[in-house]
């Protein structure tokens, strides 16, 4: 009696191991690039330079310098919008850069959640 389903000799066809291999090797290169993100430093500014951030590709906050003349004391409210703008747009970088990493990796595969 013939087995239901699978390959006959037990196998995966050439052209599934191939598939496999290649997954696995975009998998590694996957990892490797999202490391190498997340070594990276991005920097942003705010207020004309008033405010500086710098974040790593793990959107972890490395520094934040404050001019002097970017803190006054009535008005800490704009310091407040500033330091968060500053952020959001180093955030954005490594976001972007990452949708780039994996753009390149991906060739443009839909369906992925990157």
Known sequence: MAKR????????P?????????????????????????????TAKAGGGAVTVVVTGKKEI???KLSEEAVDPEDIETLEDMIVAALNEAFTQV??????????????LGGFPF
């Open 5 to 12: 389903g699978g390959f006959p000799g037990g196998g995966m």
């Open 14 to 42: 050439g052209n599934m191991n191939n598939l496999m291999k290649q997954a696995q090797r975009m998998q590694r290169q996957m990892e490797e690039s999202q490391k190498e993100l997340e070594e990276k430093e991005f």
């Open 62 to 64: 490395k520094s934040l």
């Open 95 to 108: 976001d972007d850069a990452n949708a780039e990493t994996m753009g390149k990796l991906t060739g443009g």
